[in-house]
C-alpha cells in the first residue's frame, strides 16, 4: 500500500503488509496453531456486539434503511493477529443473490478509536464519490470527499482513494497485491516476513505522523465524533 500527500507539502511512503479476503459465510478454519495468527471477531467491526461479520453488516444496513442484498459478501481486511488488531479500511463487497456487486460498505477506523462506515454504490468500474464525514488523519480537517475506485478483487487487487479538497487531490492511498491461497504454509510464510503485521500497520502511521509534525505540518483539531446509527 502506498499513500502520496501532495499539500501542504510532499510526502509518501509505501508499506508492504498482507491483507484477507473472506467470504462472510466462510470464515477460514484453521489448524489450532495457526490460530493466534488469523483471528476474525465481530466484536473488530461495526458496534462490536453482533454474534456474526454477516450479522453486524447486516444490522448496520438494515439501521441506514438499506434491506441487505442476500448475497454474497466478500471482505477485504486485516485478521486479528497475536491479540491485536487495526483496520484502517475494511471494505465489503455485497453482492445480491444474482450474483452482482449492488454495494460496497467502507468501515473506517482511526488511531484514536473511533470508526465509521461509508456506504457506497460503485458503478460498473467500482467507482464511487462520498463526503468526507470522518476524522482519520490528524492533519487534514474533515471536509471535502472522496473519489474511490474499488472493483471486487479476483487474481490481483488494485484500489485506489482520493481525497479531493477544493478542487486537489492532496492525498490519495492505493492498494496493490495479488491473490494466493491461504494455506498454512502461505500463512506461516507471511507471518515470518511481515511479524505481528497489524501492530507494524499501526507503528507505521504514527511514525509517518510524527515525521509530518517534525517537518512542520500543523495539527488540525479532531471534531467530537457523533456515534453512527448502527454503530452504537
Not at 483471528?39 to 461479520?53: I, K, Q, V
Not at 465509521?116 to 460503485?122: A, I, K, N, S
Request: net charge positive; with cysteine.
Amino acid at each position: 500500500m502506498t499513500h502520496v500527500r501532495t499539500r501542504p507539502l510532499r510526502h509518501a511512503f509505501t508499506h508492504r503488509t498482507y491483507l484477507w479476503l473472506v467470504d462472510l459465510d466462510h470464515l477460514p478454519h484453521l489448524p489450532r496453531p495457526l490460530r493466534p495468527l488469523a483471528r476474525f471477531h465481530p466484536r473488530d467491526h461495526f458496534a462490536g456486539t453482533g454474534p456474526t461479520l454477516r450479522a453486524a453488516l447486516d444490522r448496520w444496513l438494515t439501521a441506514q434503511g438499506v434491506t441487505p442484498p442476500g448475497g454474497r459478501v466478500l471482505m477485504l481486511g486485516h485478521a486479528r493477529v497475536l491479540g491485536h488488531v487495526f483496520n484502517p479500511l475494511t471494505l465489503y463487497w455485497c453482492h445480491d443473490r444474482a450474483g452482482a456487486v449492488v454495494l460496497v460498505v467502507a468501515e473506517v477506523h482511526n488511531t484514536y478509536g473511533e470508526r465509521h462506515c461509508y456506504l457506497l454504490r460503485p458503478d460498473e468500474e467500482g467507482r464511487a464519490d462520498t463526503a468526507k464525514d470522518f476524522y482519520v488523519s490528524p492533519f487534514f480537517p474533515v471536509d471535502g470527499g472522496y473519489r474511490m475506485r474499488l472493483p471486487r478483487p479476483a487474481e490481483g487487487l488494485a484500489l485506489t482513494v482520493h481525497l479531493e479538497r477544493d478542487g486537489t487531490r492532496p492525498f490519495t492511498a492505493t492498494v496493490r497485491g495479488r491473490a494466493r491461497p491461504a494455506t498454512p504454509r502461505a500463512l506461516l510464510l507471511a507471518a515470518v516476513r511481515h511479524p505481528w503485521a497489524t501492530a507494524a500497520v499501526t507503528w507505521h502511521i504514527r511514525l509517518q505522523g510524527i515525521r509530518l509534525y517534525l517537518r512542520g505540518l500543523p495539527l488540525q483539531p479532531r471534531p467530537r465524533h457523533p456515534v453512527q446509527e448502527g454503530l452504537e
